[in-house]
Every structure is written in structure tokens, then in C-alpha cells.
């Protein structure tokens, strides 16, 4: 069964540093998304991605955020300088089209930043 | 602003029994509500999906209700097993297709 694949699984990085965290959708979806979940907290929108642009983003996709669809499979989120309070997984998920509204999420990327 | 409330306390049942979680919600007029899984750990996982049109839906031993008048939606697992034991989480569309979950419930089944 198809699904989402995200790397790497765990990430530490220091403070002010960039990151780059990796997604793979499901091949024949097409609409992307970046949640984030802080420990203990609620899973969080934070950008959607559709047609090769941002459809819809929250408050914290602010300009430290970014998104790009590289190539025909990939999808990433980067975050330029990175903050403490950026500690979180993050995940990926996609979707198919039309009125199939069902989100499928990859595995997640645990960012640490020291 | 939008809310979506669920049970901030765990849900302990013991196995076989029916487990019945609670999402709420206010200032809201959705299209669709969801349902997802979350292990520890872990991404959601999808489970079932009712529109507003919708007063109940099932897949196997999981049965989900919305009523847009109370603002509310339960969802039942029948005949609950030990692997059943996760958070549940209820999600409501938001603009652009994107999901707004709530905190979820941990459910645990004991033996």
C-alpha cells in the first residue's frame, strides 16, 4: 500500500541553523501539506501546497518557513534559523483530489534545536 | 475563534466493551469531519470521514455520528481490543482543505 515517507527521522540542530526536512507524497496525490506537533500538544496546520504553490498557511508559517516541490516526488519543508521553540515532529501529508478530503501522513520528523 | 473540543481526560474501558469519544465544536459550519488514530510517536492515521449531510457512518466495528445542530460528532469502537488503545483524534476542515484537529483522547483497553 502506497504511503508517505519523510527523512530523516530524527533531526538536531543548533540554534540559527537551517534545516531541511524531506517528504515523499503518495505519487498520484495532489495536495501537500506540513503539520507540526509540539510535545503534549495538538497536531498543528501550517502550510498546503497545491498546483506548485502555497495554497493556505497559518500564523506560524511565518518567513522563516518555506516549502518547495523540487521534482515530481519530493516536497520540503526548510526553516531558516531555526529557534528553540521550533522543537517539534514534523509531519507530512498529502492527499488525493477532488472530494476525496482524507489526509494521509507520513512518519514524521522529530526536530530538535539546541 | 473556531474551537474543536475533545475529552482532556484518558478513556480506560475494559476489553469488549464499547468505547465512545466526544468532539465539540464551536463557531464552526463544516463540510466534513474526521476521525484519525495517533500512536505514540507517530502520524495520524486516517480512519473514517462523515460529511454534513451525513447523520452516521460505519467500518467495521467503528461507527461515527454528526449532528451540525449540537455541534457534535461521537465516535464508538464496538467490541474494543487492547490494540485499540491510542488517542483518537477529531479533525474539521479549514481553509484550503487543511485539517484543524483537536488535543484528541487516549483511549486505553485493558484486558
Known amino acids: 500500500e502506497p504511503e508517505v515517507t519523510q527523512t530523516p527521522s530524527h533531526q538536531v540542530t543548533q540554534m540559527g541553523q537551517e534545516v531541511i526536512l524531506r517528504c515523499v507524497p503518495i505519487?498520484?496525490?495532489?495536495?501537500f501539506y506540513w503539520y507540526r506537533q509540539i510535545l503534549g500538544q495538538k497536531v498543528e496546520f501550517l502550510v498546503s501546497?497545491?498546483?506548485?504553490?502555497?495554497?493556505?498557511k497559518s500564523e506560524i508559517f511565518d518567513d522563516q518557513f518555506s516549502v518547495e516541490r523540487p521534482d515530481g516526488s519530493n516536497f520540503t519543508l526548510k526553516i531558516r534559523s531555526t529557534k528553540l521553540e521550533d522543537s517539534a515532529m514534523y509531519f507530512c501529508a498529502s492527499r488525493h483530489q477532488g472530494q476525496n478530503y482524507e489526509q494521509y501522513f507520513g512518519p514524521g520528523t522529530r526536530l530538535t534545536v539546541t | 475563534s473556531q474551537k474543536i473540543e475533545q475529552n482532556s481526560e484518558a478513556l480506560n474501558i475494559q476489553e469488549g466493551k464499547t468505547a465512545t469519544l466526544t468532539c465539540n465544536y464551536t463557531n464552526y459550519s463544516p463540510a466534513y469531519l474526521q476521525w484519525y488514530r495517533q500512536d505514540p510517536g507517530r502520524g495520524p492515521v486516517f480512519l473514517l470521514l462523515i460529511r454534513e449531510n451525513e447523520k452516521e457512518k460505519r467500518k467495521e466495528r467503528l461507527k461515527v455520528t454528526f449532528d451540525t445542530t449540537l455541534k457534535q460528532s461521537l465516535f464508538h469502537i464496538t467490541a474494543s481490543q487492547p490494540a485499540d488503545s491510542a488517542t483518537y483524534l477529531c479533525a474539521l476542515d479549514a481553509s484550503g482543505y487543511a485539517l484543524n484537529f483537536g488535543k484528541g483522547t487516549s483511549l486505553l483497553v485493558t484486558p
Open positions: 501546497f497545491y498546483n506548485n504553490e502555497i495554497s493556505e
Open positions: 505519487s498520484n496525490h495532489l495536495y
